[in-house]
Structures are given as structure tokens and as C-alpha cells.
């Protein structure tokens, strides 16, 4: 059994930034591929960004593209997505997700993650 707990959410501006952070409980975290998804009021869960646990080879939704950095430290086993010049269409319940053991290849599919964070919450106020 994994845990994820998420960090970082807060309420912004236009064109701030915001670090999230998701912490993994457990010795598993360095062989599990990551990914972070959101959830908008009103609309379905979204891919946002994902990142291998071999080569750290990493993908985006292209709306987060040149704005958000997905990163991991397997030393502290944490996850981290740097979210630089926020926007309105940003706000939402961001969700940290593990795919399983030895899983090494990204993956866009929520379907292909196994154990999902609380979620933390991000406001960027016009």
C-alpha cells in the first residue's frame, strides 16, 4: 500500500506560480512511474503532466506546456509539479497518482494509475 499526500495548493493571481508537492509513503517510489492530474468544477478529471521512473522522461498536456515542470526526488521520495504563469482555466483539484511497481513508461490513462493523493486545491483569481 501506497500513500500520497499532496501540498503547495493555495489561492493566487494571475501569472503567479505555485510548487506542489506530493510525498509517497513506502520503498517503492523510485520504481514507480507519476503523474498529475486535476479536476475542474464541473468538468472531468484531466491529465496534466506524468514522468517515468527510469529515464525521467516526461509529458504534458498542452495547455500546461512552457508553463509547468513536472520532477521527482527519489531521495526524499517526492513528487513536484512547478506551476509558473498561472491562468483562471488552471483552478482545480490537482491529484497526485502512482502507477504500479516496476512501471516505468509514463502514461496519460488514469486508468493506469493505482493509488491516487487527497488532492489539493489551486485558485488562481482573475
Known amino acids: 500500500q501506497v500513500q500520497l499526500v499532496e501540498s503547495g495548493g493555495g489561492l493566487v493571481q494571475i501569472g503567479d506560480s505555485l510548487r506542489l508537492s506530493c510525498a509517497a509513503s513506502?520503498?517503492?517510489?523510485?520504481?514507480?512511474?507519476m503523474g498529475w492530474f486535476r479536476r475542474a468544477p464541473g468538468k472531468e478529471r484531466e491529465f496534466v503532466a506524468a514522468?517515468?521512473?527510469?529515464?525521467?522522461?516526461?509529458r504534458y498536456v498542452d495547455s500546461v506546456k512552457g508553463r509547468f515542470t513536472i520532477s521527482r526526488d527519489n531521495v526524499k521520495n517526492t513528487l513536484y509539479l512547478q506551476m509558473n504563469s498561472l491562468k483562471p482555466e488552471d483552478t482545480a483539484v490537482y491529484y497526485c497518482?502512482?502507477?504500479?511497481?516496476?512501471?516505468?513508461?509514463?502514461?496519460?490513462?488514469?486508468?493506469?494509475?493505482?493509488?491516487w493523493g487527497q488532492g489539493t486545491q489551486v485558485t488562481v483569481s482573475s
Open positions: 514522468i517515468s521512473s527510469i529515464d525521467r522522461s516526461t
Open positions: 497518482a502512482a502507477r504500479r511497481v516496476g512501471t516505468t513508461i509514463w502514461t496519460t490513462n488514469p486508468n493506469n494509475y493505482v493509488y
Open positions: 513506502g520503498r517503492t517510489f523510485s520504481d514507480r512511474s
